[in-house]
Structures are given as structure tokens and as C-alpha cells.
């Protein structure tokens, strides 16, 4: 043995650790949940139907009292136009019966002939005035302005009744249409006689035999 000298067999220099990597632990993210909102339904509008009023028979009887009045000044205004200038004494209409009254003067100072051109003039006017309105000359005017069934009497200047007679509206149509004769209309017209107390045939009506014959005035024109 050598003495100064040493030699440590198998040394070597220590050894560093190589440091393990750290591991940094990176949080997984909660998925967020985004609400959808819940669709509101839309409100549809319901639409509501018109209601459309329906006429009462009130509401009729006002436009047909309306329209007959119309008639009224019509028809007077006609009569006192005709040559025999008829006197009217007093004229009223009946809407729900569809009628119309006028009572007229016939002097007993008159002749017969006189007297039948004034009943002749009574009818005619009527079928003027139907005769117009059923034309393109009254656009705003029809059949219904016109009362169904014009009643008529005749007086005396002291209120005596001469006659009574009634026109229909089917009978001047009729006779507006040329389905008619003057004749036959005037035949319908004279034929609904019922003569009054002042008449001189007074009793001695006549009743038709014929089915077109016209129904008697009582049962047409009273109590309307």
C-alpha cells in the first residue's frame, strides 16, 4: 500500500432527480344549458258577425204608412187635376190592411152624367198613378207604394152617402199591362157598387154571377 495516496474505487458524481412534470389539472367545463323560451300562441281574433237587424212589423207598417202618404198627395192632386175637378172631402190610409179610404162630394144638383164622370175620374186617377210608378220615369218608386185595395164613397154635400166602390191594385196592373180592356177595368170598378141611401136605386144592388165577379164592399173595406 501506497501511503498519500487514495483512490475511492467506484465513485461517481451524485446523480440530479430528473423533476416529473406536473400535471395541471384543466377543469372540463359544465355545459351551459340556454333556456328556449316557450312560444307564446298568438291570439287569433275572432270575428264577430255583423248582425244584421231584421224589420219588425212595426218597422213596416211606419215605411208603408211613409209610402202611402206619398200616394195620398199624389192621388188628391190628380183628382182635383181632372176636368170634372172632384172634391175630396176627406182621405185616410190603413197600412196594415194595405188600404186606402177617400171619400168624394157628388151634389145632388148633378146629373147622372155628371156624377158617372166623376166616379170615372175617381178610377182613372188611380191607374195613372200605378201606371207611373211601375216605370223607369220614378226609379225610387215600385208597386209597393201603392195601396193594395183604394176604398171610395160618394156624399152628398149633407154627408149622405151616394155609393160606395173600391179599386184593386191587380185590376189596374192589369189594365197598365194591356191585359185589360178600359171596359173590363171599369166593368171590375162599376161592378163593386153598393149603392147608399142617396141614390135613387137605392136597394136594388145586383149580385154577379160570375166568379170574377167582385167580392161585395162591405167585406172588403169595412172595419179596416
Known sequence: MTAGCSTLAGSSPESTPTPEPTVTEIPTPEPVVTETPTPTPTETETQTPEHTPMETESDLLAERRQKYA????TYRFLLRDTGTEVMI???????KNETYHLTYQLNASMNHSEKVAI????????????????????PDKD????????????????????????IRYNWAFKY?????????YMGHYGG?????????????????AD???PEPYDSVCRGT
Open 143 to 166: 208597386h209597393t207604394w201603392l195601396p193594395d185595395t183604394v176604398c171610395l164613397t160618394g156624399v152628398t154635400s149633407d154627408g149622405t152617402v151616394y155609393g160606395h166602390n173600391y
Open 211 to 213: 166568379p170574377d165577379y
Open 89 to 95: 172631402l176627406d182621405s185616410q190610409a190603413y197600412p
Open 176 to 184: 197598365n199591362e194591356g191585359l185589360w180592356s178600359s171596359l173590363v
Open 70 to 73: 206619398a200616394f195620398n198627395e
Open 192 to 208: 163593386t157598387l153598393e149603392k147608399g141611401p142617396a141614390d135613387p136605386d137605392y136597394g136594388s144592388n145586383e149580385t154577379g
Open 119 to 138: 166616379r170615372r175620374d175617381v178610377a182613372i186617377s188611380y191607374i195613372v198613378v200605378a201606371d207611373s210608378w211601375n216605370t223607369d220615369e220614378y
